[in-house]
C-alpha cells in the first residue's frame, strides 16, 4: 500500500506522517482493498461501479545513457528497493555520482550525502529541481550546499566508463570520479489504464501522475476536487 509513494517517505522528511496518517484510513471496514489483483474490464464489470476513479501514477522509463550496463551503474528496481531501505544495506562506495536534477535525483543526493556518501549531481538540465517553484527551489539548493553535494548542471552528458561519468563543460571533457553511478527512473504520463476502462462506468475520471508529473500537493488537489464534484 501507498506505491512510489511509499519510496518518497524515506527521502523527504515531511512524508512520513501523510503515509501513515492514509494508512491508517485504509483500515475503514467500508473500503474493500485488494491487492495482488490484476485490473481488468472484466473485473470492472463485476463490480459494477457509478464511478471509477484510475490512479495508477507514472510510468517509468529509462535514461538513455551509454554505458549505463556498467556494472557500477545503479537504477531502475534496484534503487527502488535501495530507496525502500534506506541504503540500509546497500553495497555502495564512498564516491558516488547521480545522473539527474530533478526533486527525487536532490533529496536522494542531500540524504546520501548527510550519510557520509561524497555525492555529486550530473544533469544535462540547467537547473535544479524543476519541477517545484522558485521557494522550495532555493530551499533544497540551500540543503544540498549545507550536505556538500557538488552540482554539474547544464553539461552533456557523454558516457559511463569504469572510473565514473564522462561530459563536456564548454567545449571541453571532463571525468567525474565515482564508485557507483545512480540513474534515477524518469516517469511520464500513462492513460492506457484509463483509455481501456472508458465506458465501463457512467463516470470515469484519472487523477495524479497518470494525467502528468506532479508533487503531492497536486495529487491531494486533484482528488479533493473530484470528491467534490462526484
Same mark, same amino acid.
Given at each position: 500500500?501507498?506505491?512510489?509513494?511509499?519510496?518518497?517517505?524515506?527521502?523527504?522528511?515531511?512524508?512520513?506522517?501523510?503515509?501513515?496518517?492514509?494508512?491508517?484510513?485504509?483500515?475503514?471496514?467500508?473500503? @474493500?482493498?485488494?491487492?495482488?489483483?490484476? =485490473?481488468?474490464?472484466? =473485473?470492472?464489470?463485476?463490480?459494477?461501479?457509478?464511478?471509477?476513479?484510475?490512479?495508477?501514477?507514472?510510468?517509468?522509463?529509462?535514461?538513455?545513457?551509454?554505458?549505463? #550496463?556498467?556494472?557500477?551503474?545503479?537504477? +531502475?528496481?534496484?534503487?527502488?528497493?535501495?530507496?525502500? %531501505?534506506?541504503?540500509?544495506?546497500? %553495497?555502495?562506495?564512498?564516491? =558516488?555520482?547521480?545522473? @539527474?536534477?530533478?526533486?527525487?535525483?536532490?533529496?536522494?543526493?542531500?540524504?546520501?550525502?548527510?550519510?557520509?556518501?561524497?555525492?555529486?549531481?550530473?544533469?544535462?538540465?540547467?537547473?535544479?529541481?524543476?519541477?517545484? +517553484?522558485?521557494?522550495?527551489?532555493?530551499?533544497?539548493?540551500?540543503?544540498? @550546499?549545507?550536505?556538500?553535494?557538488?552540482?554539474?548542471? +547544464?553539461?552533456?552528458?557523454?558516457?559511463?566508463?569504469?572510473?565514473?561519468?564522462?561530459?563536456?563543460?564548454?567545449?571541453?571533457?571532463?571525468?567525474?570520479?565515482?564508485?557507483?553511478?545512480?540513474?534515477?527512473?524518469?516517469?511520464?504520463?500513462?492513460?492506457?489504464?484509463?483509455?481501456?476502462?472508458?465506458?465501463?462506468?457512467?463516470?470515469?475520471?484519472?487523477?495524479?501522475?497518470?494525467?502528468?508529473?506532479?508533487?503531492?500537493?497536486?495529487?491531494?488537489?486533484?482528488?479533493? #476536487?473530484?470528491?467534490?464534484?462526484?
Amino acid at each position: 500500500m501507498g506505491g512510489r509513494f511509499s519510496l518518497a517517505v524515506q527521502m523527504h522528511r515531511d512524508n512520513p506522517v501523510f503515509l501513515s496518517y492514509l494508512l491508517e484510513q485504509m483500515k475503514n471496514p467500508a473500503i @474493500d482493498v485488494r491487492t495482488d489483483c490484476e =485490473l481488468t474490464p472484466e =473485473l470492472v464489470k463485476e463490480l459494477r461501479p457509478d464511478v471509477i476513479v484510475v490512479a495508477t501514477g507514472a510510468r517509468a522509463v529509462a535514461m538513455p545513457i551509454p554505458g549505463c #550496463e556498467e556494472a557500477q551503474v545503479v537504477s +531502475g528496481d534496484t534503487l527502488n528497493e535501495m530507496i525502500a %531501505d534506506c541504503f540500509a544495506s546497500a %553495497d555502495l562506495g564512498k564516491k =558516488l555520482v547521480i545522473l @539527474d536534477s530533478g526533486i527525487v535525483a536532490v533529496e536522494l543526493a542531500e540524504f546520501l550525502a548527510r550519510a557520509g556518501k561524497s555525492v555529486s549531481i550530473v544533469s544535462a538540465n540547467s537547473r535544479l529541481a524543476n519541477e517545484v +517553484g522558485k521557494k522550495r527551489r532555493g530551499e533544497e539548493s540551500k540543503r544540498l @550546499d549545507l550536505a556538500g553535494v557538488s552540482v554539474n548542471t +547544464g553539461v552533456e552528458i557523454n558516457e559511463i566508463v569504469a572510473e565514473g561519468v564522462l561530459i563536456t563543460v564548454a567545449g571541453k571533457q571532463r571525468l567525474v570520479k565515482a564508485d557507483n553511478v545512480l540513474i534515477p527512473e524518469m516517469y511520464v504520463a500513462d492513460n492506457s489504464v484509463l483509455e481501456s476502462l472508458s465506458g465501463l462506468a457512467p463516470e470515469v475520471y484519472a487523477v495524479g501522475d497518470c494525467t502528468g508529473f506532479g508533487l503531492v500537493k497536486q495529487g491531494v488537489k486533484q482528488v479533493t #476536487e473530484l470528491f467534490y464534484k462526484i
